[in-house]
């Protein structure tokens, strides 16, 4: 096999095209590669500058990767360099799309020579790790049993793909039967495990790790997140030594930032940038942060953040864009909003949803239909979130039968499930047009059990319309799903008062009183005179 110095690994041509690979820049490592062979000073070709291009031809569209690959396979058996762990392990990848051609390449190239063992060895991690992606599980369990040499590479790629899979008993089981274990294998089988709900059993993992990764600490953190569970998340972040890494405080803001505990979020993220801590937030964080402002709708705080983006070098990608579009619908500012919407790059689901939602809050009914259709001429499927911006601006107008349509369009059309919050806005909508009796028989007729939330918009309706027989049996429901919340108890009383049914209002403070309610300052059951 040729040998390669130091100078040719570290050539200025390889770490150029090598970085760009690893940045996600494949077109980019693929041109630099091709420049170096034209270039007058270059060397002969280094096999890790070759293992960086064709894993970033991986990386193309499905529809060049054959051809590519094919030529970069006849350019390695030019070259003398098939045989070379590096490039024979990525081609193995490169082939994933084929595995059967992946298998062909192992076989009818069998490597020679000192390092014949360690290159079939690597590819062979590499063919089961691309099997593992291409979900052929039994093929990948097939070639991990037929090996006769495995290193924790191999052991730790099978209990991953099983326990992706929900195979967690296998994971398992392998995971006990491995010689040697690492911080990958014991993550590998919490992740599984916190995948697929088991986030207990995923803890005592976790507890029992002999020495932790920072990627241990997140993968943890991260699951709590999923789950809700912002204190556990939090306990174990202020357990961590190691604090110097981003991705730990990522995680944590985002966490706070997704279960709308926004204010904690943010004194995470003003805690990073302190002298003593001083870890450099990434688009990600930011991220995070314009959410957590956006649901404060601090736009003052928002603003600097962006200014201090500029200020970091952060550029704005169409992901940072979406989230100040946010920003700025949230805190009124639609113009602003608009302007940031058009100059993205490319629109999706996710950033016309946000900007019909900013339309639907601030009464543009008009803009939020015209931003559907664009969206629908562009072939781009609405979301959960898409339907929210358009019945709240049907609401914000008080058309029923466009709003009626909408909602029912969810399912039949779009295949889309409303949740609660679709609920919450129709039973609003039909309570303030004075369909008391039809709201009721929509939360009746739901397919999940109705939130708090649900009852409250109606009867918040019963007020408005003065209908204490209805309001009773809808105050109930809220009483029962929320016995703590003393706003459902002031909207009864009101109900009550303007019913002139003062001995219920009395009996209604005793409740108050005896089960420790305190009424919401500014509020009072006061007769009209």
Not at 6 to 14: E, F, I, K, L, R
Not at 60 to 87: D, E, F, K, N, Q
Not at 132 to 144: K, Q, T, V, Y
Not at 242 to 251: F, R, S, T
Request: hydrophobic content about 45%; proline content about 4%.
């Amino acid at each position: 096999m040729p040998t390669h110095t130091a100078a040719h690994v570290n050539s200025p041509w390889t770490l150029a095209t090598r970085a760009a690979a690893d940045q996600g820049h494949p077109r980019r490592a693929i041109a630099l590669y091709l420049l170096s062979l034209r270039s007058v000073a270059a060397h002969r070709p280094c096999p890790f500058a070759l293992a960086a291009v064709l894993k970033s031809v991986s990386r193309l569209p499905a529809h060049i990767v054959a051809t590519a690959a094919a030529s970069l396979h006849a350019h390695l058996l030019r070259l003398g360099l098939l045989m070379h762990p590096y490039p024979h392990a990525a081609l193995a990848h490169l082939y994933s799309r084929d595995p059967i051609a992946a298998r062909s390449l192992l076989d009818e190239t069998p490597p020679t020579g000192a390092q014949a063992p360690h290159s079939l060895l690597v590819s062979r991690n590499s063919l089961i790790a691309s099997l593992l992606r291409s979900g052929d599980l039994p093929a990948a369990r097939a070639l991990f049993d037929q090996m006769p040499v495995r290193d924790v590479v191999s052991w730790n790629s099978m209990v991953a793909g099983l326990a992706k899979a929900g195979r967690l008993d296998s994971a398992i089981e392998l995971f006990e039967q491995m010689p040697e274990r690492n911080a990958a294998s014991w993550n590998a089988v919490m992740c599984g495990l916190i995948a697929h709900g088991h986030l207990a059993r995923a803890r005592e993992m976790f507890e029992q790790i002999p020495v932790r990764s920072n990627v241990s600490w997140i993968t943890m953190i991260s699951g709590y997140a999923k789950a809700g569970d912002v204190h556990a998340a939090a306990g174990l972040f202020e357990r961590m030594e190691n604090k110097n890494d981003l991705y730990a405080w990522n995680a944590m803001i985002s966490c706070y930032a997704q279960n709308g505990c926004a204010r904690e979020a943010i004194e995470v993220f003003n805690r990073m940038l302190k002298p003593h801590v001083c870890v450099l937030p990434n688009e990600k964080t930011f991220s995070s942060v314009i959410s957590a402002c956006s649901q404060l709708g601090d736009l003052r705080f928002g603003l600097w953040v962006q200014s201090f983006m500029g200020s970091v070098g952060i550029e704005l990608d169409d992901h940072l864009h979406t989230a100040l579009v946010d920003l700025y619908t949230k805190s009124g500012r639609i113009d602003s909003a608009f302007d940031l919407f058009r100059g993205l790059r490319t629109r999706d689901a996710v950033s016309y949803s946000a900007m019909i939602v900013g339309c639907g809050m601030n009464g543009k009914l008009n803009e939020a239909i015209c931003l559907f259709k664009e969206m629908s001429n562009a072939n781009i499927l609405p979301n959960a979130v898409t339907f929210v911006g358009l019945l709240s601006a049907y609401k914000h107008a008080g058309l029923m039968e466009e709003a009626h349509a909408c909602f029912a369009s969810m399912s039949s059309k779009y295949k889309i499930r409303p949740s609660m919050e679709h609920y919450t806005i129709m039973v609003d909508l039909l309570g303030h047009s004075g369909k008391l009796d039809e709201a009721f028989q929509l939360i009746m007729q739901m397919s999940m059990q109705p939130h708090a939330s649900v009852w409250g918009a109606l009867l918040l309706a019963c007020e408005l319309h003065n209908n204490a027989e209805l309001g009773e049996v809808v105050a109930s429901k809220c009483f029962e799903l929320a016995p703590g919340e003393s706003g459902y108890y002031i909207l009864l009383g009101n109900v009550y008062a303007q019913a002139n049914k003062w001995d219920k209002v009395k009996r209604l403070r005793k409740t108050m009183t005896e089960r420790r309610l305190s009424k919401m300052p500014g509020s009072s059951w006061v007769q009209a005179a």
